[in-house]
Structure formats: C-alpha cells, structure tokens
C-alpha cells in the first residue's frame, strides 16, 4: 500500500471541510451555537484531526512521504 495516497495534505483539507459542514448541519438543525461548538462530537473530530495531522508531520519527517501535496 502506497502511504503517500491516503496521508497527504488533500485529504487534511477533505477531512476539514467534511468536519465544518457537519458543524453547519449541526447548527441548522438546533439554532444553537454554544451547543454546536461545545459539543463532544465535535471534540472528537477535533481530536481525529489532530491525529491526523500529527502523524502527517511524523510521516513526513521519517521520509515515508515526499511532502505534503
């Protein structure tokens, strides 16, 4: 398997634009902003992005990735 396919950074900028509409489909639906934001669903996906991105960076600097794009 091809680690440059699924950790690059188009696919950082996929996962945050998927986390902000669900965040704006959350807002539609409740009309509450302190309940979209503080929210433990979007915790997690805040968490699951920070992963993501932490293990982009240590991928990058082990050399399994050229860069990031």
């Given at each position: 398997m091809n680690v440059e396919k699924i950790m690059n950074g188009y696919i950082l900028i996929a996962l945050i634009i998927i986390i902000l509409l669900g965040r704006l489909l959350v807002y539609a639906?409740?009309?509450d902003v302190t309940k979209t934001i503080n929210?433990?669903?979007f915790f997690c996906h805040l968490m699951g992005?920070?992963?993501?991105?932490?293990c982009l960076f240590l991928v990058k600097k082990?050399?399994?990735i050229d860069s990031f794009w």
């Open positions: 639906l409740s009309g929210s433990f669903s992005l920070a992963v993501y991105i932490y082990q050399g399994k």
